[in-house]
């Protein structure tokens, strides 16, 4: 009787964070659209930075006032070697997606950045010699192939768009990767990496963000009705922004690999229909086939993955790095004591 109700309660904990999670990220990208749409806040960097201010005063309320986090204590020396660059790429990825957002309809923005698991891999491949099993490969084509169907048939196509949201899927492989070899020693979850990198993403989109956007931005203040609602509206994506942190932390602790990988599939769909039922963008039949197949190749991509991580490795199977081969990964943390590491 007892497992029973654990096992009731484990389910229920899953699908509430699985909601909260969706709930999250729906909200984010659609409050986004509705900014630059509705609002006529046409400037991206500045959308940007506001979500980076507010996710820098989340995390430091979560972690320093309300405790509900320790912090990871990471050396100042190595805030600056790793944590940094880490906060570009951070950052540009950030900036890339709401680019995109500002230029195309939120399920072709969707659909596109489902390629990153293509641009991992090939990255991995290209830049760092790494080995991947035929069917991670085989795995990919759909993805490819309904990418490639949902582009050519995306009836509000816009080429800086489009580009935007694949540079921001090259920005999203390329931080996973780096992230493998700048951090490895500690063990960061998702409330602690804001804590460090959103007040650096701040600080190095600041000055662009002003010099870029601060005239178009005093201009909009002038001119736009209802300033100070927008301003709410605006802020407010911001404080979701940072909850959508939160709660990919609490996805995590909750459910399995399997489970998280068709959840976040199915949060791209969730996505693509309530933006249609909001914005009314045209979607094609083909342009719906094509976001069906690479949701589904994703899904299978994370299928395989899981079950070749499960698998010990074939005899005669190339050795490959665990992170990439260059000079910061032969530097020694400064905190490189065992009892420093979470």
Known sequence: MEESVLCQWTVFRSLLAIIQWWGFNVTVIIMNKWIFQKLDFKFPLSVSCVHFICSSIGAYVVIKVLKLKPLIVVDPEDRWRRIFPMSFVFCIN??????????IPVSFMQTIKSFTPATTVVLQWLVWRKYFDWRI????????GGILLTSVTELSFNMFGFCAALFGCLATSTKTILAESLLHGYKFDSINTVYYMAPFATMILGVPAILLEGNGVVDW??????????????FSSGVVAFCLNFSIFYVIHSTTAVTFNVAGNLKVAVAVMVSWLIFRNPISALNAVGCGITLLGCTFYGYVRHMLSQQP???????TPRTPRNRMELLPLVNDKLDDKV
Do not use: E, K
Request: charged share 5%.
């Open 94 to 103: 950030i900036v890339l997606g709401n680019v995109s957002l500002r230029y």
């Open 137 to 144: 490969w085989a795995s990919l084509v759909p993805i490819v």
């Open 313 to 319: 490795p074939p005899p005669g199977t190339p050795r």
């Open 221 to 234: 203040f002038y001119t736009h009705q209802s300033v100070w609602s927008s301003l709410v509206i605006i």
